[in-house]
């Protein structure tokens, strides 16, 4: 359980930080871009993958790639969801995506479908849409971008989730897996980053240094804490699944009303329950 719990710790402060980012005047995109930096070398460092097994899994390549691309530009629709929809409908469009790998898993893998996972997809639908509702007011939910950004979040990570499973049924190794994606994702991150220097709507500091350095610690430190949890409950990996996602959800949900005061209306607060409820249903089934 410590690894559960520090696992879902990482999840919620990468959110945090990212909340925080515009009031410690932290250029996001540089932020990013330095954490694939840190989580390829810690990726290097942990799990001293053998790289030839990319060679041989050339079937795994266009995931590989696909991933590469993705992973930046998700992190910053993730700022951006943090930022305009706030912590708690983040976190929680991040956790529902796991809707998305389910439904491909029934159509793409030929999973059977029970009826705790029917019932618990129905219920994380209903749950994004009652935590897409956006309250008249407040400055959590501006405009359209109070919705759009955790939809993307909803669909990208989604899609993530499936190109990974793709990596794994390849056969290749989970540490050359984490280090090829984070090595696409960072040359992805330099080309974005170099273009913005170069048209000069971005220059390079320390304060967004040292905010990437510790996002990529939090970054790896919440994928490593969780492949242990796993290691730790051998025979248990609903407990870990579950336990993962509500973990992140209660914690998002405590950050984002204790500390940044966000207000969620009666519709927000439903859809967070059935949230809940769909994540154990699922881990159920």
């Known amino acids: 359980m410590p690894f559960l719990l520090a696992a879902a710790l990482c999840s919620v402060l990468v959110s ?22 840190v989580a390829a070398t810690a990726s290097a460092l942990v799990f001293a993958p053998a790289t030839s097994a990319l060679h041989v899994a050339t079937a795994a390549w266009p995931a590989l790639v696909g991933l590469g691309l993705l992973l930046p530009t998700i992190f910053l629709a993730l700022a951006g969801s943090v930022r305009h929809a706030g912590i708690v409908r983040s976190d929680v469009a991040q956790r529902l995506s796991l809707l998305i790998s389910l439904l491909a898993a029934f ?35 501006s405009g359209a971008s109070g919705w759009i950004y955790p939809l993307l979040v909803f669909l990208g990570f989604g899609v993530i989730d499936v190109l990974f499973k793709r990596v794994a049924s390849a ?39 040292a905010a990437g350095l510790l996002l990529g610690l939090l970054n790896f430190g919440n994928i490593l804490c969780y492949l242990r949890a796993h290691q730790a409950l051998p025979g248990r990996p609903a407990l870990v699944f579950a336990g993962m996602n509500l973990g992140v959800v209660a914690l998002g949900a405590l950050a984002g009303m204790l500390l940044f005061r966000e207000r969620l209306s009666r ?19």
């Open 107 to 141: 159509v793409l893998f030929g999973e059977p479908l029970s009826a705790a996972k029917g019932w618990g997809m129905a219920a994380g639908l209903a749950a994004l849409a009652g935590l897409m509702w956006r309250p008249a007011g407040g400055d959590a939910t």
């Open 16 to 37: 945090v930080l990212l909340k925080l980012a515009r009031r410690l005047d932290i250029d996001v995109g540089q932020a990013i871009a330095w954490n694939y930096v």
């Open 171 to 209: 056969g290749v190794p989970l540490g050359a897996a984490l280090l090829a994606m984070f090595v696409l994702a960072l040359l992805v991150s330099i080309v974005l980053q170099g273009w913005r220097l170069a048209h000069r709507t971005a220059r390079l500091d320390a304060r967004s240094l």
């Open 267 to 285: 519709t927000n607060l439903a859809g967070l329950g059935l949230a809940v409820l769909a994540i154990a249903l699922l881990a159920r089934g």
